[in-house]
């Protein structure tokens, strides 16, 4: 499985990169947003478009994700466009995101305009991440569009089935692959029972149906579901930094590395010098 950093922090993308285990980068307007504050934050004065092009050179040979943020087919594929001819020619990595419908409710006329989109800018030859899919029927429809690869929100289902059900959490909390029951019955969402559950059907349907588009299980927010995606068989997790961090930890690793120093013979040492 390709592990790419879900962030738009150069800081913390370089170091991801640095630790050799980065496969890409995914970004979104909520993730621009906080890398942007947190710069100013610091006092810098952002020049967006250079630090777009920093993120890019950093990410080199590996896919960028950048989002657009128009709501009719043609707004996006317009914008897609625009961002793909700025950025492309930095390194040449550029993959445009649309969310798989920009309505904000059901009813509103512009349902289809982000396949709309994905199918416009897929058949000019640029890679498309179709994003916000929270239903395997979604991914498949992505997936006709011509998306290059389909994001299902796994972190995010889980939000909805505990809430549903009353479910006290904090975001970060492991919610089982397998699901769980309330009040005797299983808590599901239209047959999917976790956001693991969600990014394996996506792979699945993918995969009966011969579709090349790749599944980036996102919106995952520990080690362990990271461990799952890769269970389910996702060809890609994108993954917050802290998350990237945390997958390296164990304790008996640390307990390990101590008794193993403590045993260390000195001739031998000595001899590899
Ligand atoms: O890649 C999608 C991701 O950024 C959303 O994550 O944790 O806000 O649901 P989250």
Same mark, same amino acid.
């Given at each position: 499985?390709?592990?790419?950093?879900?962030?738009?922090? @150069?800081?913390?993308?370089?170091?991801?990169?640095?630790?050799?285990?980065? !496969?890409?980068?995914?970004?979104?307007?909520?993730?621009?947003?906080?890398?942007?504050?947190?710069?100013?934050?610091?006092?810098?004065?952002?020049?967006?478009?250079?630090?777009?092009?920093?993120?890019?050179?950093?990410?080199?040979?590996?896919?960028?994700? @950048?989002?657009? &943020?128009?709501?009719?087919?043609?707004?996006?594929?317009?914008?897609?466009?625009?961002?793909?001819?700025?950025?492309?020619?930095?390194?040449?990595?550029?993959?445009?995101?649309?969310?798989?419908?920009?309505?904000?409710?059901?009813?509103?006329?512009?349902?289809?305009?982000?396949?709309?989109?994905?199918?416009?800018?897929?058949?000019?030859?640029?890679?498309?991440?179709? &994003?916000?899919?929270?239903?395997?029927?979604?991914? @498949?429809?992505?997936?006709?569009?011509?998306?290059?690869? *389909?994001?299902?929100?796994a972190?995010?289902?889980?939000?909805?089935?505990?809430? &549903?059900?009353?479910?006290?959490?904090?975001?970060?909390?492991?919610?089982?692959a397998?699901?769980?029951?309330?009040?005797?019955?299983?808590?599901?969402?239209?047959?999917?029972?976790s956001?693991i559950?969600?990014v394996e059907?996506? *792979? !699945?349907?993918?995969?009966?149906?011969?579709?090349?588009?790749?599944?980036?299980a996102?919106?995952?927010?520990?080690?362990r579901q990271a461990r799952e995606a890769a269970l389910a068989?996702?060809?890609?997790?994108?993954?917050?930094?802290?998350?990237?961090?945390?997958?390296?930890?164990?304790?008996?690793?640390?307990?390990?590395?101590?008794?193993? &120093?403590?045993?260390?013979?000195?001739?031998?040492?000595?001899?590899?010098?």
């Open positions: 499985m390709k592990i790419f950093i879900d962030s738009a922090d @150069l800081d913390e993308i370089a170091q991801a990169f640095d630790w050799g285990v980065c !496969d890409g980068v995914t970004t979104n307007p909520s993730l621009m947003k906080k890398a942007v504050d947190r710069r100013a934050g610091k006092g810098e004065k952002l020049d967006l478009r250079d630090y777009i092009a920093r993120i890019l050179t950093i990410a080199k040979g590996t896919p960028v994700s @950048l989002e657009v &943020t128009e709501f009719s087919a043609q707004g996006m594929a317009a914008q897609g466009i625009r961002i793909y001819e700025l950025f492309n020619p930095v390194a040449e990595n550029v993959v445009i995101k649309i969310p798989v419908s920009p309505a904000f409710k059901d009813g509103d006329p512009t349902h289809f305009d982000g396949l709309k989109a994905v199918r416009d800018l897929s058949g000019r030859g640029i890679p498309v991440n179709c &994003t916000l899919i929270f239903t395997p029927e979604q991914a @498949l429809l992505a997936a006709k569009a011509g998306a290059a690869y *389909v994001s299902p929100f972190g995010r289902i889980d939000d909805l089935l505990r809430s &549903t059900a009353g479910i006290v959490f904090e975001k970060s909390d492991y919610y089982p397998d699901g769980m029951e309330g009040d005797g019955e299983p808590i599901e969402d239209n047959g999917i029972v956001g559950d969600l059907q996506c *792979v !699945d349907v993918l995969d009966i149906h011969g579709f090349d588009a790749e599944v980036i996102a919106s995952l927010r520990n080690p068989g996702s060809q890609i997790a994108t993954l917050p930094f802290g998350v990237i961090r945390d997958m390296l930890k164990h304790q008996k690793t640390y307990e390990g590395m101590e008794l193993f &120093t403590r045993d260390i013979v000195p001739e031998y040492v000595k001899m590899l010098q």
